[in-house]
């Protein structure tokens, strides 16, 4: 399906809807405000002129009577909300939330989500869409989440590092690049890296080392785990190559570490 430069007034039987895009482009705009939120994939995205790429942990957001278009060159999955014209569903449902929402709703772009924000769009997501109270109340939920407290759209000079911090954690034990990172923020790989280490003080790959071994440190104090596993876990591609960087990192092998753990624990009950 594709629109080019026109008004497209979508029917406004369901709030929320599942939805798949491909390389083919849609370009239209609408009498109602729409919310775009990334689940699976990658989107490219461009509203009222100002072009971001879209992905988990990411909302576009397209106000009433604007233009914008989209498309994915390897496929993305989003869930979308189409916010009803009327001013008068705002007032029953938000409360306090109203002017927040208005303005949320008023300003085209891309914001960043928290990871529980994640969590609720997940959950709806993987909900009944067509049942009528999930759909209303959802919508509420999620306008409200957005505008009560939620973060605002990420500011020009700032890369989102909780995002990028929470795509290395959800990913850590498969091969991370600074182009898988870089296309969070839409830059390319040396823009990119230039800003983290700008924002940052490391380069994106120490950061990833040490994200893993953040994560491999709680696995090994938090679970029965073989060291391997561990390893596995957190993209070490052998229990050797774990031990060696925990050891230079912490100074300390795992199961130093975990020999340690017992021997607080014991103290703590004496």
Same mark, same amino acid.
Not at 40 to 66: I, K, N, R, Y
Not at 226 to 248: I, M
């Given at each position: 399906?594709?629109?080019?430069?026109?008004?497209?007034?979508?029917?406004?039987?369901?709030?929320?809807?599942?939805?798949?895009?491909?390389?083919?482009?849609?370009?239209?705009?609408?009498?109602?405000?729409?919310?775009?939120?990334?689940?699976?994939?990658?989107?490219?995205?461009?509203?009222?002129?100002?072009?971001?790429?879209?992905?988990?942990?990411?909302?576009?957001?397209?106000?009433?009577?604007?233009?914008?278009?989209?498309?994915?060159?390897?496929?993305?999955?989003?869930?979308?909300?189409?916010?009803?014209?009327?001013?008068?569903?705002?007032?029953?449902?938000?409360?306090?939330?109203?002017?927040?929402?208005? +303005? #949320?709703?008023?300003?085209?772009?891309?914001? *960043? @989500?928290? $990871?529980?924000?994640?969590?609720?769009?997940?959950?709806? !997501? =993987?909900?009944?869409?067509?049942?009528?109270?999930?759909?209303?109340?959802?919508?509420?939920?999620?306008?409200?989440?957005?505008?009560?407290?939620?973060?605002?759209?990420?500011?020009?000079?700032?890369?989102?590092?909780?995002?990028?911090?929470?795509?290395?954690?959800?990913?850590?034990?498969?091969?991370?690049?600074?182009?898988?990172?870089?296309?969070?923020?839409?830059?390319?790989?040396?823009?990119?890296?230039?800003?983290?280490?700008?924002?940052?003080?490391?380069?994106?790959?120490?950061?990833? +080392? #040490?994200?893993?071994?953040?994560?491999?440190? *709680? @696995?090994? $104090?938090?679970?029965?785990?073989?060291?391997?596993?561990? !390893? =596995?876990?957190?993209?070490?591609?052998?229990?050797?190559?774990?031990?060696?960087?925990?050891?230079?990192?912490?100074?300390?092998?795992?199961?130093?570490?975990?020999?340690?753990?017992?021997?607080?624990?014991?103290?703590?009950?004496?």
């Amino acid at each position: 399906m594709g629109f080019n430069h026109e008004t497209y007034t979508p029917a406004m039987s369901q709030l929320l809807t599942l939805r798949h895009y491909h390389h083919e482009q849609i370009a239209h705009s609408h009498e109602h405000a729409q919310l775009v939120f990334g689940l699976t994939g990658w989107l490219d995205f461009e509203v009222a002129g100002h072009g971001f790429q879209m992905s988990s942990l990411s909302l576009a957001v397209v106000p009433p009577e604007t233009h914008h278009a989209c498309a994915s060159t390897l496929g993305s999955r989003c869930l979308v909300l189409d916010v009803p014209p009327q001013d008068d569903w705002l007032q029953q449902r938000l409360g306090h939330h109203l002017d927040a929402s208005r +303005r #949320l709703l008023e300003t085209p772009g891309r914001v *960043e @989500l928290s $990871l529980v924000q994640g969590q609720l769009i997940s959950w709806l !997501a =993987a909900s009944r869409l067509d049942d009528e109270v999930i759909a209303q109340q959802g919508a509420a939920l999620l306008l409200a989440s957005l505008s009560g407290g939620a973060p605002a759209a990420a500011p020009p000079e700032g890369l989102p590092l909780a995002a990028i911090d929470a795509h290395i954690d959800r990913h850590c034990a498969h091969p991370l690049q600074v182009a898988d990172l870089a296309r969070l923020c839409g830059l390319s790989s040396a823009r990119f890296h230039a800003r983290f280490f700008a924002e940052t003080g490391r380069t994106p790959m120490d950061h990833v +080392r #040490l994200r893993r071994l953040r994560l491999g440190r *709680e @696995l090994l $104090l938090g679970s029965r785990l073989p060291v391997g596993e561990v !390893a =596995a876990r957190v993209g070490y591609s052998s229990q050797s190559a774990f031990t060696a960087a925990l050891a230079r990192e912490l100074g300390v092998t795992p199961r130093q570490l975990r020999a340690k753990a017992r021997e607080a624990r014991d103290k703590g009950r004496e």
